[in-house]
């Protein structure tokens, strides 16, 4: 093992050793290089003659670009778009990411939490919470509704065992006994990572106050057991919360709650903010020990210096000059409007009893998404034709569920997509519209 890896894991094994037991054997083994960045970054610093340290050219005392392109981007700094980006992300993005997180989540004010590291979106950042904490056979704890990618992340490329709960109780809440309970199923492990993303994809669901304080004691109570508990919150929706539901990032009530339990949020502009092309995401880690969360940066590093390098530099240029826009927040509002609107639309469409016979709707209050449950029909069969006879693209998730992203219809033409999905339904079940 290189001895600036055994140099992170004696850090943190003297600061939280229950972190420590959390690596996976991958994560025990990263450490970020003191190679060519390192000596890069002090010459940056140091030589204010000749810096011949970074792999890019320049021109002028500037990065040396193609004017063509530059002329598509005239509005912005050729050293804000050419240049690697540190690994990490640029130091401003990081240090305004985390000041949004605290107005948005005002418990982790008193929180020790990391600085935000950059990652390509949240796929990226999801990758290297299983590199850094799944073994093969380690359990992956999470709710039945969930995005089908997760398998891949932690299960094909980790081998990660998947333990699913039912995400809802029979009186439609958010089911908290039952991630409790298949927590604690693996007790013999010592060790397990629950993943909570919220708003809910494919759901749209977010749990109400009292449901977020009833998962913060859940979790309290099972490492008072003696379990050693990553929670990571996919917050890709974070902050779009129509009625009914917890504002914060559950980040914010988990971190620091127990030594046994670090938490980890995994964000991003890409669809909080509309920026879904740019691929920017962030990692942060919630530990009362500054150590620790200094070892956990670095060996985060080393999985991003072996995997991508850094993240896109333009796009980080581009959310960091957004973000500090004063015209931001008000344009920002105005899609989460019409966003807001679409999902109001749908529940009244709902709630008048005009498709009772031909599904449930799943509780929802937040999002891009909302699920139905079939009747009569499978799920498959009602997306292929939806598809083939009226032109209506629709997600099948098992034999009864569909997923329908409110977000890219407009609101004028919900009730027609609605009226279409019934009336496949009643092709397929030979019913006819009463």
Not at 168 to 179: L, S
Not at 261 to 284: C, S
Request: net charge negative; glycine share 6%.
């Amino acid at each position: 093992m290189n001895e600036l890896a055994q140099d992170l894991n004696r850090q943190i094994q003297q600061e939280n050793l229950h972190v420590y037991e959390l690596l996976s054997e991958l994560g025990k083994n990263l450490y970020f290089p003191k190679g060519i960045l390192t000596q890069t970054a002090e010459a940056k610093l140091q030589a204010h003659r000749f810096n011949a340290t970074i792999g890019i050219a320049t021109e002028q005392n500037q990065p040396m670009f193609i004017p063509l392109i530059q002329e598509t981007l005239a509005n912005y700094d050729p050293k804000d778009l050419y240049p690697y980006a540190p690994p990490a992300g640029k130091p401003e993005l990081r240090q305004l990411w985390r000041e949004k997180m605290i107005n948005e989540s005002p418990s982790l004010t008193e929180k020790s939490f990391s600085n935000p590291i950059v990652t390509s979106a949240l796929t990226h950042g999801l990758s290297i919470v299983a590199d850094l904490f799944l073994n093969e056979n380690d359990s992956l704890v999470l709710p039945d509704k969930l995005w089908g990618n997760y398998n891949l992340i932690f299960g094909v490329r980790r081998g990660a065992k998947s333990i699913t709960f039912p995400f809802y109780t029979e009186q439609g809440t958010f089911n908290t006994a039952g991630m409790k309970e298949t927590l604690l199923s693996k007790k013999n492990q010592g060790k397990a990572i629950l993943l909570l993303n919220f708003p809910n994809n494919p759901t749209g669901y977010t749990p109400t106050e009292l449901e977020a304080a009833e998962i913060v004691e859940a979790l309290k109570e099972v490492a008072q057991q003696g379990m050693n508990l990553v929670v990571v919150t996919d917050d890709a929706y974070f902050g779009l919360f129509y009625e009914n539901s917890i504002r914060e990032s559950l980040f914010a009530r988990i971190a620091n709650i127990h030594p046994r339990i670090l938490a980890i949020k995994i964000d991003g502009a890409t669809k909080e903010d509309y920026l879904w092309g740019f691929r920017i995401g962030f990692i942060t880690y919630g530990c009362e020990n500054p150590a620790v969360l200094d070892a956990l940066e670095k060996k985060t590093l080393g999985i991003i210096r072996g995997t991508i390098s850094s993240a896109s530099h333009p796009a980080q240029t581009f959310v960091l000059n957004a973000l500090k826009s004063t015209d931001f927040q008000a344009q920002k509002q105005e899609k989460f409007e019409i966003l807001k609107k679409r999902a109001c639309k749908v529940k009244q469409l709902l709630d008048n009893g005009e498709y009772s016979n031909a599904w449930d709707y799943y509780p929802f209050n937040s999002g891009y998404f909302m699920c139905i449950k079939l009747k009569g029909v499978k799920a498959e069969a009602l997306r292929i034709h939806l598809l083939q006879k009226y032109g209506v693209g629709v997600i099948a998730l098992g034999e009864s569920d569909v997923r329908i992203a409110f977000s890219c219809v407009e609101e004028q033409e919900l009730k027609e997509l609605f009226d279409l999905i019934y009336q496949g339904i009643l092709d397929l079940s030979g019913k006819t519209s009463e």
